[in-house]
Each structure stands twice: as structure tokens, then as C-alpha cells.
């Protein structure tokens, strides 16, 4: 039970991560370059790209899956 708490406090905290760096991309989209607080976000999120294992769950899929569209969206330009 434990366990499954952190996990899920785990997976609220990536997506407010996640929130945070496509705000900061969309803010800057009429701007020419990236800032260093995009090249900075970009950096952490590309630390934290999910793996994958046979063992992983449909939901655990899909939110890796959510969580690589979103770095692409935001850290490809």
C-alpha cells in the first residue's frame, strides 16, 4: 500500500514537471533560440525518460507514452 502511494506521488510530481516544461516552452514560442531554463528542463526530463520491462502495466505504458510525447513536444525543436 505503501508503495503504491509513493508511486503515484511519484507520477503526480512527473506530471507537474511535465506541466511546467511545456508552459515554459508555449511562453517562449515567438521567441528565436531556446532559454537556458528550457535547455535546463529539457536536460532534467531527458534524465527521467521511462524504461520499459514485460512486467509493466497497461496504465505504466500509457503514462510513459504520455510522458515521451510530451519531451518531444516540448524538447524537439
Known amino acids: 500500500m505503501r508503495d503504491q502511494r509513493k508511486s503515484r506521488r511519484w507520477q503526480i ?3 507537474r514537471l511535465m506541466m511546467l ?3 515554459t516552452a508555449l511562453s517562449g514560442c515567438g521567441l528565436m533560440g ?3 531554463t528550457e535547455r535546463t528542463i529539457c536536460r532534467e526530463l531527458r534524465s527521467d ?3 520499459y ?3 509493466d502495466t497497461q496504465e ?3 503514462a ?3 510522458f515521451i510525447g510530451v519531451f518531444n ?3 524537439s525543436r
Open 13 to 15: 510530481a512527473r506530471g
Open 21 to 23: 516544461a511545456m508552459l
Open 34 to 36: 531556446i532559454s537556458e
Open 49 to 51: 525518460l521511462p524504461s
Open 53 to 55: 520491462s514485460a512486467s
Open 60 to 62: 505504466t505504458l500509457a
Open 64 to 66: 510513459g507514452a504520455r
Open 73 to 75: 513536444a516540448v524538447c
